[in-house]
Protein backbone atom coordinates (compact mmCIF):
# COMPACT_ATOMS: atom_id res chain seq x y z
CA UNK A 1 0.00 0.00 0.00
CA UNK A 2 1.31 3.71 -0.88
CA UNK A 3 2.46 5.73 2.16
CA UNK A 4 1.90 9.44 2.21
CA UNK A 5 1.94 12.13 4.99
CA UNK A 6 4.18 12.65 8.11
CA UNK A 7 5.41 9.19 9.76
CA UNK A 8 8.45 9.98 11.43
CA UNK A 9 9.58 13.02 13.58
CA UNK A 10 9.17 16.57 13.01
CA UNK A 11 10.56 18.85 15.45
CA UNK A 12 10.94 23.02 15.35
CA UNK A 13 14.49 24.01 17.26
CA UNK A 14 15.98 27.57 17.82
CA UNK A 15 19.35 27.61 16.80
CA UNK A 16 22.31 30.31 16.11
CA UNK A 17 22.52 31.43 12.39
CA UNK A 18 26.00 29.95 12.33
CA UNK A 19 25.52 26.52 14.15
CA UNK A 20 26.25 23.11 13.34
CA UNK A 21 24.32 21.70 10.61
CA UNK A 22 25.58 17.87 10.42
CA UNK A 23 28.18 15.71 12.69
CA UNK A 24 29.38 12.50 12.05
CA UNK A 25 32.10 9.93 13.82
CA UNK A 26 33.97 7.31 12.52
CA UNK A 27 35.66 5.80 15.05
CA UNK A 28 38.64 3.50 15.30
CA UNK A 29 39.53 1.07 17.89
CA UNK A 30 42.27 -0.48 16.06
CA UNK A 31 44.01 3.52 16.04
CA UNK A 32 42.17 4.34 19.12
CA UNK A 33 40.98 7.16 17.51
CA UNK A 34 37.73 9.48 16.80
CA UNK A 35 37.29 11.11 13.20
CA UNK A 36 35.03 14.12 13.56
CA UNK A 37 32.65 15.32 10.63
CA UNK A 38 31.45 19.01 11.41
CA UNK A 39 29.39 21.00 8.00
CA UNK A 40 28.38 24.64 9.39
CA UNK A 41 25.61 26.35 8.18
CA UNK A 42 27.96 29.46 6.58
CA UNK A 43 31.66 29.83 5.85
CA UNK A 44 33.62 30.10 9.52
CA UNK A 45 34.42 33.33 10.55
CA UNK A 46 38.03 33.66 11.88
CA UNK A 47 38.66 32.71 15.17
CA UNK A 48 35.50 30.04 14.57
CA UNK A 49 36.45 27.44 17.31
CA UNK A 50 34.88 23.97 17.91
CA UNK A 51 35.77 22.13 21.58
CA UNK A 52 34.75 18.30 21.33
CA UNK A 53 34.41 16.02 24.62
CA UNK A 54 34.10 12.21 24.73
CA UNK A 55 33.36 11.09 27.99
CA UNK A 56 32.09 7.49 30.11
CA UNK A 57 29.99 7.16 32.91
CA UNK A 58 30.72 10.89 33.40
CA UNK A 59 34.56 10.82 33.13
CA UNK A 60 36.24 12.47 30.46
CA UNK A 61 38.13 10.61 28.38
CA UNK A 62 39.23 12.92 25.47
CA UNK A 63 39.08 16.60 24.69
CA UNK A 64 40.24 19.05 21.52
CA UNK A 65 39.43 22.43 20.58
CA UNK A 66 40.33 23.06 16.61
CA UNK A 67 39.77 25.91 14.66
CA UNK A 68 37.64 25.71 11.70
CA UNK A 69 38.40 27.08 8.61
CA UNK A 70 36.27 25.71 6.43
CA UNK A 71 32.40 24.81 6.01
CA UNK A 72 33.13 21.01 6.26
CA UNK A 73 35.88 20.02 8.73
CA UNK A 74 37.18 16.95 9.89
CA UNK A 75 39.01 16.73 13.40
CA UNK A 76 40.93 13.40 14.64
CA UNK A 77 40.52 12.90 18.52
CA UNK A 78 43.36 10.52 19.85
CA UNK A 79 41.46 8.02 22.34
CA UNK A 80 44.24 6.83 24.36
CA UNK A 81 42.06 4.56 27.00
CA UNK A 82 42.19 1.97 23.66
CA UNK A 83 45.95 2.07 23.44
CA UNK A 84 45.54 -0.46 26.80
CA UNK A 85 44.86 -3.74 25.13
CA UNK A 86 44.37 -5.10 28.52
CA UNK A 87 41.29 -2.37 29.29
CA UNK A 88 39.66 -2.44 25.66
CA UNK A 89 37.09 -4.36 26.11
CA UNK A 90 35.53 -1.89 28.61
CA UNK A 91 35.17 0.90 26.10
CA UNK A 92 33.58 -1.40 22.60
CA UNK A 93 30.10 -1.45 21.51
CA UNK A 94 29.00 -4.87 20.88
CA UNK A 95 25.55 -6.30 20.75
CA UNK A 96 26.46 -8.40 23.88
CA UNK A 97 27.75 -5.10 25.99
CA UNK A 98 26.34 -1.72 24.03
CA UNK A 99 29.15 0.46 25.42
CA UNK A 100 28.64 4.48 24.11
CA UNK A 101 30.62 7.20 24.69
CA UNK A 102 29.04 10.00 24.99
CA UNK A 103 29.98 13.28 23.00
CA UNK A 104 29.36 17.15 23.42
CA UNK A 105 30.35 19.84 20.89
CA UNK A 106 30.38 23.69 21.44
CA UNK A 107 30.94 25.97 18.49
CA UNK A 108 32.19 29.29 19.23
CA UNK A 109 31.98 32.10 16.59
CA UNK A 110 32.95 35.75 16.49
CA UNK A 111 29.46 37.64 16.63
CA UNK A 112 27.39 34.79 17.10
CA UNK A 113 26.17 32.73 20.09
CA UNK A 114 27.43 29.59 21.16
CA UNK A 115 26.27 26.22 19.66
CA UNK A 116 26.09 23.19 21.27
CA UNK A 117 25.40 19.73 20.11
CA UNK A 118 25.35 16.48 22.33
CA UNK A 119 25.77 12.82 20.57
CA UNK A 120 27.63 9.81 21.32
CA UNK A 121 29.45 7.05 19.26
CA UNK A 122 30.49 3.53 19.80
CA UNK A 123 33.96 2.27 19.04
CA UNK A 124 33.43 -0.83 17.01
CA UNK A 125 35.37 -1.98 13.93
CA UNK A 126 33.48 -4.94 10.98
CA UNK A 127 35.40 -7.20 8.68
CA UNK A 128 35.09 -10.16 6.96
CA UNK A 129 37.49 -12.70 7.40
CA UNK A 130 37.10 -16.63 5.83
CA UNK A 131 33.91 -16.33 5.42
CA UNK A 132 33.05 -14.99 8.61
CA UNK A 133 32.09 -11.65 9.82
CA UNK A 134 34.36 -10.00 12.32
CA UNK A 135 33.50 -7.28 15.40
CA UNK A 136 36.07 -5.49 17.09
CA UNK A 137 38.53 -8.68 15.05
CA UNK A 138 36.75 -11.58 16.84
CA UNK A 139 34.57 -13.85 14.63
CA UNK A 140 30.58 -12.48 15.35
CA UNK A 141 27.67 -15.37 14.87
CA UNK A 142 24.79 -12.96 13.42
CA UNK A 143 21.56 -14.30 14.18
CA UNK A 144 19.11 -12.03 12.28
CA UNK A 145 15.39 -11.32 12.10
CA UNK A 146 13.08 -9.86 9.51
CA UNK A 147 11.50 -6.91 10.61
CA UNK A 148 8.74 -5.71 8.33
CA UNK A 149 8.08 -2.34 10.61
CA UNK A 150 4.43 -2.77 10.26
CA UNK A 151 2.00 -1.85 13.16
CA UNK A 152 -1.45 -2.98 13.26
CA UNK A 153 -2.90 0.06 14.29
CA UNK A 154 -0.62 3.00 12.67
CA UNK A 155 1.10 0.99 9.53
CA UNK A 156 4.14 2.36 9.03
CA UNK A 157 5.00 4.76 11.53
CA UNK A 158 4.58 3.55 15.17
CA UNK A 159 1.89 4.23 17.76
CA UNK A 160 4.31 5.78 20.26
CA UNK A 161 8.02 6.53 20.86
CA UNK A 162 7.69 3.90 23.72
CA UNK A 163 6.82 1.47 21.00
CA UNK A 164 9.78 1.51 19.53
CA UNK A 165 12.12 0.61 22.72
CA UNK A 166 10.10 -2.04 23.18
CA UNK A 167 10.06 -3.35 19.81
CA UNK A 168 13.91 -3.63 19.90
CA UNK A 169 13.72 -5.17 23.46
CA UNK A 170 11.95 -7.87 22.38
CA UNK A 171 14.10 -8.85 19.92
CA UNK A 172 17.06 -9.07 22.29
CA UNK A 173 14.78 -11.27 24.41
CA UNK A 174 14.42 -13.36 21.67
CA UNK A 175 17.61 -13.67 21.02
CA UNK A 176 19.00 -12.43 18.48
CA UNK A 177 21.06 -10.03 17.47
CA UNK A 178 20.58 -8.54 14.59
CA UNK A 179 17.35 -6.83 12.86
CA UNK A 180 17.13 -6.58 8.92
CA UNK A 181 14.87 -3.25 8.31
CA UNK A 182 12.58 -4.83 4.77
CA UNK A 183 12.39 -2.12 2.79
CA UNK A 184 11.97 0.70 5.17
CA UNK A 185 13.97 3.48 6.33
CA UNK A 186 13.34 3.35 9.93
CA UNK A 187 13.07 6.38 12.65
CA UNK A 188 16.09 7.59 14.07
CA UNK A 189 14.48 6.87 17.44
CA UNK A 190 14.51 3.00 16.75
CA UNK A 191 18.02 3.45 15.79
CA UNK A 192 19.04 5.00 18.86
CA UNK A 193 17.25 2.27 20.91
CA UNK A 194 19.51 -0.54 18.50
CA UNK A 195 22.88 1.53 19.66
CA UNK A 196 21.90 1.77 23.09
CA UNK A 197 20.50 -1.37 24.07
CA UNK A 198 22.88 -3.20 21.43
CA UNK A 199 21.15 -4.42 18.15
CA UNK A 200 23.02 -4.97 14.40
CA UNK A 201 20.96 -3.20 11.83
CA UNK A 202 20.79 -4.42 8.30
CA UNK A 203 18.93 -1.45 6.40
CA UNK A 204 17.16 -2.18 3.01
CA UNK A 205 16.13 1.03 0.48
CA UNK A 206 12.69 0.58 -0.42
CA UNK A 207 12.29 -0.99 -3.67
CA UNK A 208 12.28 1.44 -7.04
CA UNK A 209 8.85 0.76 -9.10
CA UNK A 210 11.01 -0.08 -12.24
CA UNK A 211 14.64 -0.02 -13.48
CA UNK A 212 15.31 3.35 -15.46
CA UNK A 213 18.39 6.22 -15.48
CA UNK A 214 15.99 8.10 -13.06
CA UNK A 215 15.58 5.62 -10.64
CA UNK A 216 19.38 4.30 -10.50
CA UNK A 217 19.95 9.04 -10.18
CA UNK A 218 16.75 9.17 -7.47
CA UNK A 219 18.28 6.15 -5.57
CA UNK A 220 21.83 6.53 -5.34
CA UNK A 221 20.61 10.90 -4.04
CA UNK A 222 18.63 9.23 -1.18
CA UNK A 223 20.61 6.75 -0.19
CA UNK A 224 23.74 8.76 -0.08
CA UNK A 225 20.70 11.48 2.32
CA UNK A 226 19.72 8.19 4.51
CA UNK A 227 23.25 7.41 5.55
CA UNK A 228 24.29 11.01 6.27
CA UNK A 229 20.96 11.16 8.18
Do not use: C
Request: glycine residues 6%; charged residues 25%; hydrophobic residues 40%.
Amino acid sequence: ARTSGIWQPVWLESVPRQRIERLSWRPSAADAEVTVGLELAAPPAPGTRARIRLSLHGELLAEHTALLTRTESTVRLAFDALRNGQAQDDYLWSPERPTLVDAEIELTAPGHDPDRVASYLGFRDIGAEGGRFLLNDRPHTVRGVLSQGYWPASHLAAPDADALRAEVELIKELGFTTVRVHQKIEDPRFLYWTDKLGLLVWEEMPSAYEFTDTSVARLTREWIEVVRR
